[in-house]
């Protein structure tokens, strides 16, 4: 295995511990999951009971207040996409919707980074294809084991706006996303300037 595919590996895998990890202490710290159960491990990755709680799967705690005008740990569960987009798509149509996306956004990032040189015009490539196919797993493994992600960040201005809850898979997308354009913007610019030169 080249030295590409295993910084891939490396980003992609430290991506999903880490958002695993902060999902599965967000179980235990804002919400009552674990409460009586045999096995943590069994309710991380099993079934989740139906809802019940005000809509949730399993019923929060007080949130963690960082600041009280901007910041708090919350947790939420969103069935939906980004910003709880189509979340209200029923289940049946949702579900297989989510497969196909994330099956895909994988296969589109592999072949892009497949297509990579290893030329230094493309560094914002080689940390932000990583970033968004670690985030997209992250949050696909969500999907598969409990049907909905699990979200804890919330921001919020004076409790008068709010951004919507997200996680560690959500920010490493964004940034991934961010590098990736600014990775397309540097090679137009690139290509641009060579003619020039000439």
């Given at each position: ?10 980003v992609a895998v ?118 968004v196919f670690g ?64």
């Amino acid at each position: 295995m080249s030295n590409k595919w295993v910084f891939l590996a490396v980003v992609a895998v430290t991506v999903i511990v880490v958002d695993q990890w902060t999902k599965f202490v967000t179980l235990e710290r804002l919400s009552t999951a674990y409460e009586g159960a045999s096995s943590r491990i069994g309710v991380f990755v099993g079934n989740a009971p139906e809802r019940g709680y005000d809509g949730y799967h399993y019923r929060p705690k007080e949130p963690i207040v960082v600041s009280d005008s901007f910041f708090r740990f919350r947790y939420a569960e969103n069935p939906g996409a980004a910003f709880g987009l189509f979340r209200n798509v029923p289940d049946h149509l949702r579900g297989p919707l989510f497969h196909l996306v994330s099956l895909g956004a994988v296969v589109l990032i592999l072949y892009y980074w497949r297509q990579l040189t290893g030329a230094k015009v493309e560094r914002w490539a080689k940390w932000g294809l990583p970033l968004v196919f670690g985030g997209a797993i992250g949050n696909y493994l969500d999907r598969l084991a409990r049907g909905f992600v699990i979200d804890f960040l919330e921001a919020h201005w004076f409790e008068k706006a709010y951004w919507p809850a997200f996680n560690v898979a959500d920010s490493a997308i964004v940034v991934g996303v961010g590098l990736l354009l600014v990775d397309s913007f540097v090679r137009k610019e690139t290509k641009v300037a060579k003619p020039a030169a000439a």
